[in-house]
Every structure is written in structure tokens, then in C-alpha cells.
């Protein structure tokens, strides 16, 4: 499968905040309390990704939008040149058994590689998300550490993991 990269666009960013996932993986549904004008934000970038239909079937997004932490400014590279990676595949495309999920992280360090040029990746997973780590590891990914998210909605378990390249 093929894949093109876009900066994200509004029109995008409208369709992506209304895709609704399944239990367990609906804790992935955009709440009200997330703010998508920060997906515009080109210091820390978000891209649309079509597939060779020109449909969209996610998106990645590359910095401090990635990371589990809030940031005071938004940028690319954290420890040096490490870029923290952030994907999301629309809700009919992901689960076992579709096929897409390794081509399509695959697709977006390639995309990355090419464009900002990092010396190693970085992202975090919700612990329980066995079938995504599953998928980060055949990339190439190596589990590095467990980090704890407290927000109002209670404490989720973060796992980080990396790729040098």
C-alpha cells in the first residue's frame, strides 16, 4: 500500500475528531478537552496521510504533540535529535488481521527520515494496547520504559519505547 504525506489541513482535522473506536481503544476517541487548533501548529507538525485512493486514513505527528506530557512550547527534537512520534489509523483500518498497521508506521518513519532527518524515534503506547506494541516492535521499536499519565479522568500507564536509526 502506498501512502501520501500532507500537512494537515482543517477539513482533516474535522474528520479525524470525529472517528469513533471500539472498546477498549475508545480512550483514542478526541474528547472535548483537547484543543485541535495545536494540530496546526507547525513547530510540532501533524500530516494527513491518504492512501493511493486519496483517502484519508490517518495521520502522524511529530514533537512535543507526541508526547504524554504537556509541553510549554511546542517543538521537533527532544534529547538532541530524537523525534517522539504520535499516529493515529482510522478506526475501520486498525486491529488484527487488516494488514495495514506495520506499512503504515513503516510508511510514517520513512516520511520522517526523509524530512527531519532524526537520529533515532521515540513514542508511547497505553500499556494495555498490546496489538499496537506488537506492530512497534516488528518497526523495530524497543520497549524502554513505563511512565504514569495523571489527568481528571485518573492515572494511565504509558509504555516508551524507541528506534534507533
Do not use: C
Request: no cysteine.
Amino acid at each position: 500500500m502506498q501512502f501520501t504525506f500532507t500537512p494537515i489541513t482543517a477539513s482533516d482535522i474535522r474528520t479525524i475528531t470525529s472517528w469513533r473506536y471500539d472498546e477498549p481503544y475508545s480512550v483514542y476517541n478526541w474528547s472535548a478537552e483537547n484543543d485541535p487548533a495545536e494540530m496546526l501548529d507547525e513547530r510540532s507538525p501533524y500530516y494527513a496521510v491518504r492512501d493511493e485512493r486519496g483517502e484519508l486514513v490517518g495521520f502522524f505527528a511529530y514533537g512535543s504533540s507526541a508526547e504524554v506530557w504537556d509541553q510549554a512550547e511546542p517543538h521537533l527534537y527532544s534529547d538532541g535529535d530524537t523525534i517522539t512520534i504520535g499516529l493515529g489509523l482510522r478506526p475501520d483500518l486498525a486491529g488484527q488481521g487488516k494488514g495495514i498497521g506495520l506499512a503504515f508506521v513503516l510508511a510514517g518513519l520513512d516520511f520522517a527520515r526523509e524530512r527531519f532527518h532524526p537520529a533515532r524515534f521515540r513514542l508511547y503506547v497505553l500499556t494495555f494496547n498490546e496489538r499496537a506494541i506488537r506492530v512497534y516492535e516488528r518497526a523495530g521499536f524497543v520497549r524502554t520504559g513505563i511512565y504514569i499519565q495523571q489527568n481528571p479522568l485518573g492515572k494511565r500507564e504509558f509504555l516508551e519505547m524507541r528506534r534507533e536509526e
